[in-house]
DNA sequence: ACCAAATGAGACGTTGATGTCTCATTCCAA
DNA sequence: TTGGAATGAGACATCAACGTCTCATTTGGT
């Protein structure tokens, strides 16, 4: 029962990406721990919604560079990053309605350095002309937040199934609903 | 000073979008009438939640009239079905956060209605010809759902310019963020 | 085997929001 | 004008979650 801070974070997020208002006695015991221990490593809930974020912030950090943003052609890319962001897409889910409610307190700079980074990919896009330039690079970033979380959403309601997670965002993202011609 | 349910809940709406913690107190104060008042409407905070489930529930489905989900081409339909659901957006955006808090309890079977009218347009749709089959129509409502939610919540931090949302939403969702060589 | 550190269980006080109640005041219709 | 209904303000008890603390037990390294 030795405590794997780590481990424990990743519980944390498992849980409150389905239940966003479990308590820190949940937390605790969905971790296989005290709540005093749990308490003891991080001094409050907002603490453990700040690991959380950082936990987020690293794991997304990691999936843009294995997703090797700046390689190959916008769109392919893109597919990359929704693939590697699929582990993680519940608990992205999790900290962007999280987010909404910190108002204007001050946010995880994080969020600014992988959002210049999925700003600047549909930046490249445009430039190298795979990408609209009637959508802002602001916009898409949120959209492709929003459709990530939605879809992680309805993946967990069952109404998209799993296997077709990436598929879904990712065609969605850059082909839209229209049925183009030249397909 | 006279209370105005509907106006009520037309205030909490614009309060709770915004903070969805906000306290019955400010609800109350933000409404402009006594905590007791709102309590003698409202029995409790679940109530109100429910109450501005209904009035979204209602409001979108006079939105949906408004849009003539019927008439015309799928895809202009769903760019009126996007014009007329901008006014309520945020309060989509809120409800939409806050139902994914009722985990299993009973959800309101309105939204089912709601999902099988935005449902039944994508698949009249694909029937025609002019949307994808390769994206469930069940997909493409959580989606729109989404990106609705995404766009009311960027205009609200001026990530996005409000004159935008129709063009930003109803264009991602319909032809995405490829650029298509056709237009 | 030993000891220091970490843990689990639970008691305890605190806090913030909730829901109820009272009472003086205001509003509105007859 | 008058009387009943609705309101606003605030007091009050309740409750759930939080955060702190203690102490017995377990763990892990030496």
């Not at 052609?73 to 993680?88: I, K, Q, W, Y």
């Not at 108002?103 to 002309?129: C, I, K, P």
């Not at 009637?134 to 979380?149: C, I, K, Q, R």
Request: a negative charge.
């Amino acid at each position: 029962m030795a405590m794997d801070r780590d481990q424990v974070l990743r519980t944390a997020a498992a849980l409150l990406s389905r239940k966003a208002t479990a308590t820190m006695d949940e937390v605790a015991k969905a971790a296989g721990i005290g709540r005093a221990t749990l308490h003891r490593h991080f001094a409050g809930r907002d603490a453990l919604v700040r690991a959380l974020e950082d936990l987020g912030i690293r794991e997304f950090e990691v999936a843009f560079d294995k997703a090797r943003l700046d390689e190959g052609t916008a769109p392919d890319a893109l597919r990359r990053l929704v693939a590697e962001s699929e582990p993680n897409a519940p608990l992205l889910a999790f900290l962007v309605t999280e987010n909404q409610l910190f108002e204007g307190d001050q946010v995880n700079e994080g969020w600014a350095r992988l959002d210049a980074r999925v700003s600047a990919l549909f930046r490249r896009g445009q430039q190298e002309g795979d990408i609209r330039i009637d959508l802002s690079p602001a916009w898409l970033t949120e959209a492709l937040y929003g459709l990530v979380g939605s879809c992680a959403w309805a993946v967990m309601d069952g109404r998209v199934a799993a296997k077709d997670f990436q598929h879904m965002v990712a065609e969605l993202l850059l082909g839209g609903a229209r049925r183009s011609v030249e397909k």
